[in-house]
């Protein structure tokens, strides 16, 4: 057999194996989890979800630096919240240049609902990232006022009316920590279909849904835009301080809450969405390129080891496919046309959750390529001391997750 035949029967082997073996990753049915009075279904239908045994006391806490452009259509679904107990909302204006602790004030006047807080807290310490800094100061703030949870989401993410009290519902029904969305991005542009569902589909990849939610879990993340936390359980796991130097910071503080012992779930949205536009390649590549060496501890090993799986597992069968059938291999041809069939079919089910035509699977190859190039730009940009910017911030050496 050729060289490319071997190359993509591995590749066909690898894929066999993340269908069947990695937690069933491609699968989109991990939702708000049911709950002994009610419970959370897919497709939008929230039927009986909102009861819950008693509705304990909440403080929002929205770190937001130059959120101007988003906030009127993120904040005001906040300000609107359906919730049966006492909540709050408190926005941390961290060192914004565009207004928008103005405007955030002014958006409350416009709108009414929940009472909010707008504070800043000065320019970050050295050895904080600037949104644990915020994070930092809103959760002190929102600690004096007893909550038993905490809701911590991004200014760029909007909530149905009834998504705090289906979040509340899930934690104190199960029992549970952490509980975490992963809010539905944005996707209008050509950019974002082509790049946006493979983002969710990766992250899925790397930490499958259903390995975190296990009663013995295998996996520990959480998706940053939207976390349900118990305040008891942050004070133990101490955090933000904890992983104050964390440029990934949903997986660290899923870490901390764990290592804290406790319980954690992560899913996917359906009354939690980004709002943030990416329309053209380069937002998404600043987006992906800030944090996807930290991902990799900053380690070039990893990132060697990286970049030869994604060329094994996404590149070589396309090629394989094409060349064999050029080239006279069968045996080359039929296993890349299964590696790429199967790679094809497990994004299928994540297309059809953002909504996007299924012609968009077999390019999943070509995004990866591009995921590739935003990864090594990641790693070059850190070497040259660039490291992890953000809206006018950089982090040379940022941590991606303190194991202490």
């Not at 807080?117 to 915020?134: I, N, Q």
């Not at 790049?195 to 992250?203: E, G, N, Q, R, S």
């Not at 012609?359 to 999943?364: D, I, Q």
């Not at 935003?374 to 006018?392: I, P, Q």
Request: hydrophobic share 50%; net charge positive; proline share 7%.
């Amino acid at each position: 057999m050729s060289t490319l035949a071997w190359f993509a029967l591995g590749s066909s082997a690898v894929w066999g194996w993340l269908l069947l073996g990695q937690g069933f990753f491609w699968r989109t049915d991990q939702r708000l989890p049911s709950t002994a009075r009610g419970h959370a279904r897919g497709d939008g239908d929230t039927a009986g979800a909102e009861t819950a045994p008693r509705w304990p006391r909440v403080v929002v806490v929205v770190p937001a630096r130059d959120e101007a452009g988003v906030l009127p259509l993120s904040l005001p679904s906040l300000l609107a919240q359906d919730y049966p107990g006492v909540v709050e909302v408190i926005l941390v204006d961290d060192g914004s240049t565009d207004g928008t602790g103005g405007l955030a004030v002014e958006l409350a006047g416009r709108h009414g609902g929940l009472p909010l807080t707008v504070v800043s807290p000065g320019e970050p310490e050295r050895g904080w990232t600037g949104k644990l800094w915020a994070l930092r100061h809103g959760m002190a703030l929102a600690r004096a006022r007893g909550p038993e949870f905490l809701l911590l989401t991004d200014a760029d993410i909007a909530h149905e009316p009834d998504s705090l009290r289906l979040l509340v519902s899930a934690a104190v029904g199960n029992d549970l920590d952490l509980v975490s969305q992963m809010a539905r991005l944005r996707v209008a542009s050509p950019w974002e279909r082509l790049v946006v569902p493979a983002f969710v589909y990766f992250f899925a990849q790397l930490y499958p849904f259903r390995w975190i939610n296990r009663a013995r879990p295998l996996a520990t993340a959480a998706a940053g835009g939207c976390v349900l936390l118990r305040t008891e359980t942050a004070v133990a796991a101490d955090v933000p301080e904890a992983i104050r130097q964390a440029v990934i910071d949903d997986v660290s503080l899923a870490r901390a809450v764990r290592r804290a012992g406790g319980r954690i779930w992560l899913g996917l949205a359906e009354r939690v969405d980004s709002v943030r536009p990416y329309p053209g390649l380069g937002e998404l590549w600043r987006m992906v390129a800030r944090s996807a060496y930290a991902q990799l501890r900053h380690n070039p090993l990893l990132l060697a080891g990286t970049v030869a799986g994604l060329v094994l597992v996404y590149l070589v069968p396309p090629v394989a496919l094409v060349s064999g059938v050029l080239g006279g291999d069968p045996v080359a041809a039929w296993a890349g046309g299964a590696a790429w069939a199967v790679m094809a079919g497990t994004y299928v089910p994540m297309l059809r959750y953002y909504r996007q035509p299924l012609w968009l699977a077999p390019l999943l190859p070509f995004t990866a390529f591009l995921y590739l190039l935003m990864t090594v730009d990641s790693a070059v940009r850190h070497h040259r001391g660039a490291g992890a910017a953000w809206k006018g911030r950089t982090y040379a050496r940022p941590e991606t997750a303190p194991d202490r």
